[in-house]
């Protein structure tokens, strides 16, 4: 990305992280981009994610302990 180290307070997707998951290479692709999430977020700040997938088919990608995220999750 093209931002500044912890840039944002707020970041939403709303179909990103659900679309990386379906293409090639979905793995090495989903981390690029959960990383370059964390570096461009503030800390404290949110990734907020809105996906109809089994919260347990995406949780795993959230809870690697590099980011150190907080996670709620609201069904």
Known sequence: ????????DLIIDKGLFDSILCGEMSNKNI??????????????????????????????????SEFKWKIQLFT
């Open 1 to 8: 990305m093209e931002f500044k180290n912890e840039q944002f």
């Open 31 to 64: 981390n690029k981009a959960l990383q370059e999430i964390h570096w461009v977020l503030k800390p404290g700040g949110t990734y907020f994610i809105i996906s109809p997938a089994y919260p347990d088919l995406r949780m795993h990608y959230l809870n690697k």
